[in-house]
């Protein structure tokens, strides 16, 4: 009797660390596990930076600022464009100052971690055709800190499918250089406000 109680235990040991694998293994091969392998976390960040677009080797008069901002593995990406400068009938020319923002949360925004970057990813869909954003974050964190400090690097660009055209567009984002940069707008700004009652 005592020796089939402990081929019996065995048995049980042997079922329970097979089990154990079976477990582990559906574990390491689902689609989350392998999302998480092999990639960093999201640090919470404030990242931004203002670029111009160069397009066939000509930078735009116009600029954009972008803000990352990233908190508990979700992010937010903003973007306000300015020097946009149109003419409305006889008027001067004016820059409409164009907001936009996307998030992961929607899901119209995704934010790989990759080595000190993170790579920002949006489809984008207009009136003019469809395309893709790549924003490139390189930040600097300090000692045992998850917080990006300071951006280092920046690099990114568009490609849109221009149905007026007829043709693809690229477009390379190129960076302000410094810390903070003084820039001149080349017509004046037009703001949003309350209508006046005549």
Not at 47 to 66: C, M, T, W, Y
Not at 95 to 110: F, M, P
Not at 143 to 153: C, E, G, P, R, V
Request: hydrophobic letters at 35%; aromatic letters at 8%.
């Amino acid at each position: 009797m005592l020796q089939r109680g402990t081929r019996s235990t065995g048995h049980h040991q042997v079922v329970y660390v097979s089990l154990c694998l079976a477990l582990l293994a559906a574990a390491i091969h689902s689609p989350t596990a392998i999302a998480q392998v092999g990639r960093d976390s999201i640090p919470n960040a404030n990242l931004e930076v203002a670029v111009r677009q160069n397009v066939d080797g000509k930078l735009s008069p116009s600029f954009h600022i972008f803000e990352l901002t990233c908190w508990s593995q979700q992010c937010s990406l903003s973007s306000i464009t300015l020097n946009v400068c149109i003419a409305f009938g006889s008027n001067k020319p004016t820059s409409v100052v164009k907001l936009e923002r996307w998030s992961t949360t929607e899901g119209n925004l995704t934010v790989i971690p990759t080595h000190g970057t993170l790579e920002a990813r949006i489809n984008h869909f207009g009136i003019d055709g469809e395309g893709s954003i790549t924003l490139r974050f390189g930040y600097s964190t300090a000692s045992s800190s998850i917080k990006a400090k300071d951006l280092t690097s920046f690099s990114g660009g568009y490609v849109k499918n221009s149905t007026n055209l007829q043709r693809v567009i690229t477009a390379e984002y190129v960076p302000f250089q410094g810390t903070y940069s003084q820039v001149e707008v080349d017509c004046p700004l037009q703001v949003p406000g309350v209508k006046e009652n005549k």
